[in-house]
């Protein structure tokens, strides 16, 4: 299939060295080093403004690095757009706010991009998107508008247009924080789903109870610097660092 | 006593809202007494203005003859315009070979019909017809000199032939380049985004009627002599890309309301550019500005009747020539009537039509 799967499997999905990023003068991401192996998960968190969103943004170049390396599935990120769009096909992303094309029926959201970027007839993207929406349970609303269903509903069409495209990392950037309490658990569970299957992920969130079930490791960052990286167990008993401490104790104190 | 029923209740109907016109007239125009008395004096004062005019364009109207005898009663005189038909529709047209204006009138009505009737299927080959094979067939048929018909210089077109030649071009030209003139503007290529603002600035701000004088007068004196330029042809480049300026400013009021998450969701899914656009961003941004863009394409089809300026005669034209017939002396009102309730149906059907067409849009978004 694609370029990336006839590379051996000891390979890294996702590496990043001494990746640096300025908004103007504004040094947002300051030498990030990560790899992450194949079938890893991983959960950032954080304080606003530390980086988070920018640094999984880079991974599919939604945002431009100025500094360092990114190599995806073995694919070095250049600013080659055919060869971005190589690593963007491999890549879903979810965002916080959902981004449903809300002109397109959920059916369609999911088969815009197996139609015209992956070249699949309609019959065949629109069995494949049925099957995925049955995953996330959702394949009864198929043909309804994304302004039709509910955040958590509609994040869960956001899943699984991403799955469509067969990708073999998912990013997401703070999937549950727009999403009512109530409809946080049934995307989770979706995720937590997808974790136990295999899929490399990224995950940009404060759900610690999904980062103590899932994570492989849980990486924290603070003003554009990974400050500490630890397995979820050792992450959240013995946090090491005292900016991590004072995180912590915010986020799970009230 | 039982605390609970025997049987169920019988579904109730809704309170009805609308019961035929006198429920209407009494929930709207004479709910209480005051309501009811100043409808009354709004109705009775918009008779008394508007009586004359029923009582001059309808009751004491002449409708039937050939004539300037024919107009005898103190209302308005039809005949003029009846006499004067086929001018007003084919201008200086040859006679003989009217009826190849009448294939492209026909073609063009079974197009809009079928285009607009929601039941008829495969809108999509009809829309592209409708858009690139019948301005070729037009053009063949209304200039003629190839495959056997004869040639009708532009000069002769008029009438209302004309004025929908011109707005026909005006409005499916200027759309597309208004569209990608919007894109450019947006562009992150500094050569691309100069290029467009610079264009669109210097169109915006000249006055239409400046630009029909610059193709008629000046750009022949750029031209080889030799290159024959027709006048019309000129004429509706002029008036396509002065009316693409303001289209490209329309879309782009729509591009920048649609959010960039949108953008991203669908580069996150692997989409180049273009797809971008005209998969995701332009179908939901042109959709919040049809309003505008139908307003632009009403503005477009009134100022069609400018190119008189420029020597070309189009309905209000022609009709305005016929005024100085010293046959028909004196029938000025009922020309400009005539003409304004030509220019008032084509408006106010797409006007309407752009209604129509934004209610089915509506996919329950906000
Ligand atoms: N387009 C931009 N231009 C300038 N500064 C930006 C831009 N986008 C983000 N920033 C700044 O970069 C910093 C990091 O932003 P980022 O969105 O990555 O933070 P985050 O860790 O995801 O925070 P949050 O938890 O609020 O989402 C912030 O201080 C933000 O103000
Ligand atoms: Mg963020």
Redesign the pocket.
Known sequence: MSEANAISNNTPMIELKRLNKW??D?H?LRDIDLTVKRGERIVIC??????????IRCINHLEEHQQGEIVVGGIQMTRDIKRIEQIRRNVGMVFQHFNLFPHLTVLENCCLSPIWVQKKPRREAEKTAMEYLERVKIANQARKYPGQLSGGQQQRVAIARSLCMSPEVMLFD?PTSALDPEMIKEVLDVMVELAQEGMTMLC?THEMGFAKTVADRVIF?DEGQIIEENAPHEFFNNPRSLRTQTFLSQILGH | MTAFREQMIAQRQPPDQRRGVIGWLRTNLFAGPINSIISLIVIAIAIRLLWPVIDWAFIEADWVGNSREACTSDGACWVFISARWNQIVYGFYPEALRWRVDIVFAIFAALIAWLIVPKLPAKKSVGIFALIGFPIVSWILLLGGMFGLDHVPTRLWGGLMLTLTIAAVGIVGSLPIGVLLALGRRSKMPLVKGVCVVFIEFWRGVPLITVLFMASVMLPLFVPAQMEFDKLLRALIGIMLFWSAYMAEVVRGGLQAIPKGQSEAGAALGLGYWQRMGLIVLPQALKLVIPGIVNTFISLFKDTSLVLIIGLFDVLAIIQAGLTDSDWLGFAIEGYVFAALIFWVFCFSMSRYSQYIENRLNTGHK
């Not at chain 1, 954080?46 to 640094?55: D, E, F, L, Q």
């Open positions: 908004y103007g504004f947002v954080g304080p606003s403004g530390s980086g988070k969103s920018t640094m703070e940009v960052m």
